[in-house]
């Protein structure tokens, strides 16, 4: 079955950069774009952007532009979502998930917390 | 940019039908998915390309889409059914994914 296992939690400065990362199984990891959802405190999903694992093409949500980085690792189906210049509205936790051929978001990771704090 | 909005919440006694609007311009010309979030878990998908099932979630999950208005229709509520739900579609246009503003169900 798919699984999407992120990385564990991380505490961060404010300027500081934060990398998380996500680790596909059960399926070909190059044959569906990788998208990351961020979750604040109570708040609603929003969405950071998108990464085509074969090409490593991407797309952006544009509050994000020039801040975000998403990579992958196609040795290891692993997929990584960079985030700089932190501030505490950064706090939240960050989602992977693949995005179907409808553009569903069929499965998801577990989450990752990123907390920004001095 | 487009924009997707939902009622913030919806109360239901169980075994009654719960109905969850997301509203949209056009919203009928794009492929709905609904997700379900629970408390401290990840969003689940309930249903795909508007009115589609994955496999192994109830029946009782149902979805419509025309106009401008998409549904998400629960029937039969039960307790563990108490949840938020989003709708999302993908914007061709932008090539964005876009939420809803997700909705608070509260079974009574």
């Known amino acids: 079955q798919v699984q999407l296992v992120q990385s564990g939690a991380e505490v961060k400065k404010p300027g500081a950069s934060v990398k998380v990362s996500c680790k596909a199984s059960?399926?070909?990891?190059?044959?569906?774009?990788i998208n990351w959802v961020r979750q604040a405190t109570g708040q609603g999903l929003e969405w950071m952007g998108w990464m085509n694992p074969n090409s490593g093409n991407t797309g952006y949500a544009q509050k994000f532009q020039g801040r975000v980085t998403m990579t992958r690792n196609t040795s290891i189906s692993t997929a990584y979502m960079e985030l700089s210049s932190l501030r505490s509205e950064d706090t939240a936790v960050y989602y992977c998930?693949?995005?179907?051929?409808?553009?569903?978001?069929?499965?998801w990771g577990q989450g990752t917390l990123v907390t920004v704090s001095s | 940019s487009y924009v997707l909005t939902q009622p913030p919440s919806v109360s239901v006694a169980p075994g009654q039908t719960a109905r969850i609007t997301c509203g949209g311009n056009?919203?009928?010309?794009?492929?709905v998915h609904w997700y379900q979030q629970k408390p401290g878990q990840a969003p689940v998908l309930v249903v795909y390309?508007?009115?589609d099932r994955p496999s192994g979630i109830p029946e009782r999950f149902s979805g419509s889409n025309s106009g401008n208005t998409a549904t998400l229709t629960i029937s039969r509520v039960e307790a563990g059914d108490e949840a938020d739900y989003y709708c999302q579609v993908w914007d061709s246009s932008s090539d964005h994914q876009v939420f809803g503003t997700g909705t608070k169900v509260t079974v009574l």
């Open positions: 059960g399926y070909t990891f190059t044959s569906y774009d």
């Open positions: 056009n919203i009928g010309s794009k492929s």
């Open positions: 390309d508007d009115s």
């Open positions: 998930a693949p995005r179907g051929r409808f553009g569903d978001l069929t499965s």
